[in-house]
């Protein structure tokens, strides 16, 4: 099993970045996937979760408006684009895979938001 998320970087303030994760060796259209980010000293937070088949999603109330969840099923990909980026934004961010009590993580991609 393997999710391996791509895309991070250095972004200035009000910018986008387009986040990818790539899901391998389980059946990735029978999971709910959610994209989750951990800044430095803090907890991981849930930023969005889309489920299984796409056909909701929900987002923490930071980001509503900003970002959006989506997943191509045939390509075992999920992704996460970010616009009008905030320094608060910055973290690495998580994919993660879940299916009744069966969760996989990714290894993360780290978002920068700086000038």
């Known amino acids: 099993v393997q999710l391996v998320e791509s895309g991070g970087g250095l972004v200035q303030p009000g910018g986008s970045l387009r986040l990818s994760c790539v899901a391998s060796?389980?059946?990735?259209?029978?999971?709910?996937m959610s994209w989750y980010r951990q800044a430095p000293g803090k907890e991981r937070e849930l930023v969005a979760t889309?489920?299984?088949?796409?056909?909701?999603?929900n987002y923490a109330d930071s980001v509503k408006g900003r970002f959006t969840i989506s997943r191509d099923n045939a390509k075992n990909t999920v992704y996460l684009q970010m616009n009008s980026l905030k320094h608060e934004d910055t973290a690495v961010y998580y994919c993660?895979?879940?299916?009744?009590?069966?969760?996989?993580w990714g290894q993360g991609t780290q978002v920068t938001v700086s000038s």
């Open positions: 060796g389980f059946t990735f259209s029978s999971y709910d």
């Open positions: 993660k895979a879940r299916f009744v009590l069966r969760v996989y």
């Open positions: 889309i489920t299984s088949a796409g056909g909701s999603t």
